[in-house]
Nanobody, 116 residues
Framework: QVQLVESGGGLVQPGGSLTLSCTVPQSIFSRHAAMAWHRQAPGSERELVASFSTGGSRTVANAVKGRFIISRDTTQNTLYLLMNNLKPDDTGVYYC?????????WGQGTQVTVGT
C-alpha cells in the first residue's frame, strides 16, 4: 500500500511561516510524476495550492503567489511547501498528491491554522 506522510502543520500567527513536508515512497517519487499540494478550508472544496508538472514546471495558485514555494528533495523523496506571510484565509487541511503511472495518491492531510 502506497502511503504519503505529511507533517509540519500547526498553529501560527498571521505573518508567520511554516514548512510542510510530504514523504513519498521511492517507487512513485519520479521526475515523471506530477506532484502537488492542495488544501481544504472548512466548508469549502479542496483546491490546488502549488504543483510540479510531469515536466518539472512549477505553478502556484494566485492566492498564494509570492508567499508559498513548492520544492522537492529527490535524495530524501520529500515534497515541501514553504509558506510565508501566512494569512487567516490560509487556514485548512493541506494534502500532498502524487500522480504517477495512471494512479493518484493522497496523504492524510496536515492541519494549518493561522490565528492568534
Amino acid at each position: 500500500q502506497v502511503q504519503l506522510v505529511e507533517s509540519g502543520g500547526g498553529l501560527v500567527q498571521p505573518g508567520g511561516s511554516l514548512t510542510l513536508s510530504c514523504t513519498v515512497p521511492q517507487s512513485i517519487f519520479s521526475r515523471h510524476a506530477a506532484m502537488a499540494w492542495h488544501r481544504q478550508a472548512p466548508g469549502s472544496e479542496r483546491e490546488l495550492v502549488a504543483s510540479f508538472s510531469t515536466g518539472g514546471s512549477r505553478t502556484v495558485a494566485n492566492a498564494v503567489k509570492g508567499r508559498f514555494i513548492i520544492s522537492r528533495d529527490t535524495t530524501q523523496n520529500t515534497l515541501y511547501l514553504l509558506m510565508n506571510n501566512l494569512k487567516p484565509d490560509d487556514t485548512g487541511v493541506y494534502y500532498c498528491n502524487i500522480q504517477y503511472g495512471g494512479s493518484s495518491y493522497w496523504g492524510q492531510g496536515t492541519q494549518v491554522t493561522v490565528g492568534t
